[in-house]
């Protein structure tokens, strides 16, 4: 919003909620409170023509069940449905770049539940679109894009913020959806633990000759996971983590380079592959806020959080974040609580602390013990995938775990 008329009203006015941060998280809780009646004020750095452009830059996600679920809840799963690809099957292998993929392997397929699909890749074009229509459609939701937040002070009243146009916001609660280097979490005195992997992954799309059938793939290769991912029509998303140093080359390869590169370990499965779209870099590395909450402040996503993308739960962790959160904050309103309260915001990290930090801790075991090419370890790992594929019971409970099926449900996650 440009309008400085606004401007002054909002500085006069208190909101519920202060969401800093207009990523993914941050726009799934705006709408989520708005639903349940709050008032929100969500501030974002970002221009809005950067996150409204809709053509296709190869960023996508692996979206779970339950995380659909909640976009239903919200009201923009219909707009994303056409768009999103269902992932039916799941399989996990154990690679090496040009022998192809071990004979041990972990399948698991959709069928095995009562659900439906696993879950949906979605394009990242299309999430942001469809958080953007609905939060302009939504009477409680004024959002500040090209705004960044620089300041937070919190008294018993409530929370202000000054914005670096000195613009200065007051609420009830401050949420921090920020990101991994959370200013709103460092600002409240929350520190971090984390560490980096020495790895980066290379995030593009392909497309294929042949049909993916639903299926996504997850080889692990000596250096990193690849992760092969269904999209619409013949197309896959790309998740290749490899050491620093190779993810550097494979991103200023040409594409010709990149996919002869790719070739060896993507196999031929699908047929020939092309690009579609750039490739993307991301460096890899675990941060875990070492609370979750302050007085009037509570973090959600990767301000709280953020995992390696082995097991594609990043954003549904968030997202699960986002429901509970709004759980909380009915419940604490319908008891005539104060939303911002230590109290009241206890609650949203006993039920997301201990879940998340296992997440964290998981696919941080599963990153070290997949990416190396000691033979004791593959060979105990290939068993161990031999046995989980075995057993109906661990295997129902993998796809339920993939499916965010699992464990105490926020009732937007429910269905
Ligand atoms: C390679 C890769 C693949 C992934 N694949 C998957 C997947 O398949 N499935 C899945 O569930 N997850 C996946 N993830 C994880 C997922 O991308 C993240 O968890 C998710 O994007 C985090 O969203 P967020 O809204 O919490 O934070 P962000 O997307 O980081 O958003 C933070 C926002 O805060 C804004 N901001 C920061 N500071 C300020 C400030 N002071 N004032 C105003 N605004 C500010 C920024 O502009 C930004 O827009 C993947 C991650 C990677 C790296």
Redesign the pocket.
Known sequence: MDNPGWARILQHMKTDLII???????PALALAAAQAGFSVTI????ALDTRKRVDFDGRS???AHASMRLLRGIGIWDGIAKHAQPMLEIKVTDGRSGEGPSPWMMHFDHTEIEEGPMGYMVEDRHLRRAFLDAMADAPLITHLAS???VAQQVDQAGVTVTLASGQKLNGTLLVG????KS?TATRAGIKRTGWGYGQT?V?CAVEHEKPHGGIAHQFFMPDGPLAILPLTKNRSSI?WSEADARAAELISMSAADFLDALRPAFGSFLGEISLTGARFS?SLGLTLANSFVADRVALV???AHGVH?IA?????A?LRDVAALADVLEQARGRGEDIGSLQTLARYQQWRRFDTTTLALATDTFNKLFSNDNPLLRAARDIGMGLVNAAPGLRRGFIREAAGLSGDLPRLMRG
């Open positions: 800093v941060g207009g990523g993914l998280n941050g501030v974002d750095s970002l996600y692996a979206l705004e960044t937040v959806s920020d990101g991994r200013g992954a995030v998740v991301y996503g990767d301000a993308p594609g739960q990043g954003l549904n968030g």
